[in-house]
């Protein structure tokens, strides 16, 4: 279950305001403070709004995950605590934890399928900048998919050209791997074959090729300067400088242009109220009167007395 239940990312909540006029890589912002617990702009959204949408969610989860693996994918609503946190671009969303004594920023959340480093969470804004090619740090798990043939038609985008020679015209399979990027963000890649593993190094292009790569790359951003932007400019040519490297060495990371920083959070509850205990069940049951001690005195002595007669009757 998505931790995050805010509404309206993209613009500050409650009429909080931005502290970015023009949104920020992670790079680019002042260093964060360690969050902090306080009382928030605004007020929590309805608990039994949340409660339906979680349990709604909870239901289409255990129409796609086995029976056998529910206690250990599935959310206990009773135990899920509600979150109020804002974040440095202003908005103040709802996060849901698991227990009530993990803060949120000390919590793990995700983007899309993948983990965020702590204390960042996914906000999605209009004016948040470009995605930045960031290095590949570590090589993960490998999965395969398989694709039909494509169409023979070129997509509305691409030059027939250019589709004759990269269609597939029968069906095939590409291995897929997962990779963490110096960011700390997690994206995948296109290995070059089904064979390939991270040991065996990037496959690079012969040095005639490469040459004739640059000088072809150079004549189109001449004859086309809007053929691509700086960055993506600047990109091509550590590529060509590096062997044109298959797998690339770098990767888009599309989190960090959307990823916000917690400030500060708010507790606001159990998602699912606790019930309260009864004094006897909470180990506060008040002590009896003397008259009272007394009196179950006197009945437990009777008792014994009647015992003992009876034992002597069958000695």
């Known amino acids: 279950m998505n931790g995050n239940t805010g509404r309206g990312t993209g613009g500050s909540a409650m009429g909080a305001p931005s502290i970015n006029s023009r949104r920020l890589l992670l790079e680019d912002r002042p260093l964060p403070s360690t969050p902090t617990a306080q009382r928030l702009p605004g007020k929590a959204r309805s608990r039994q709004e949340v409660l339906r949408e979680c349990e709604a969610e909870v239901a ?45 920023h000390e919590a793990q959340q995700k983007a899309l399928h993948s983990p ?25 798990e490998r999965r395969e998919v398989k694709f039909p043939a494509d169409p023979v038609e070129p997509p509305d985008d691409m030059d027939p050209k250019v589709w004759s020679v990269i269609r597939h015209d029968e069906p095939h399979t590409s291995a897929f791997w997962e990779v963490t990027l110096a960011c700390g963000h997690v994206e995948e890649v296109i290995a070059p074959s089904l064979s390939w593993v991270p040991a065996s190094g990037p496959r690079r292009a012969a040095p005639e090729r490469v040459q004739q790569m640059s000088a072809e790359f150079e004549d189109a951003w001449r004859a086309n300067p809007e053929l ?21 060495p770098e990767r888009l990371c599309y989190s960090c242009p959307q990823v916000r920083m917690i400030s500060a959070y708010e507790r606001v509850g159990w998602l699912v109220p606790r019930q309260r205990q009864s004094g006897k069940a909470a180990g506060t049951t008040a002590t009896p009167s003397r008259s009272t001690l007394e009196r179950r005195l006197r009945k437990a002595e009777a008792e014994a007395e009647r015992l003992r007669a009876e034992l002597d009757q069958i000695d």
């Open 228 to 248: 691509q932007t700086e960055r993506d400019r600047e990109y091509t040519r550590r590529m060509v400088a590096d062997g044109w490297p298959s797998p690339e």
């Open 116 to 140: 965020l480093p702590l204390g960042q969470m996914i906000c999605h804004h209009d004016d948040s900048p470009p995605p930045p090619y960031r290095v590949i740090a570590e090589w993960g």
């Open 60 to 104: 289409e989860m255990r129409g796609y995950i086995p029976r056998v693996l529910w206690d250990f994918l599935i959310p206990d609503l009773s135990r899920v605590f509600r979150w109020r946190v804002q974040l440095d671009c202003g908005c103040i969303p709802e996060v849901l934890t698991r227990d009530n004594g993990t803060p949120p």
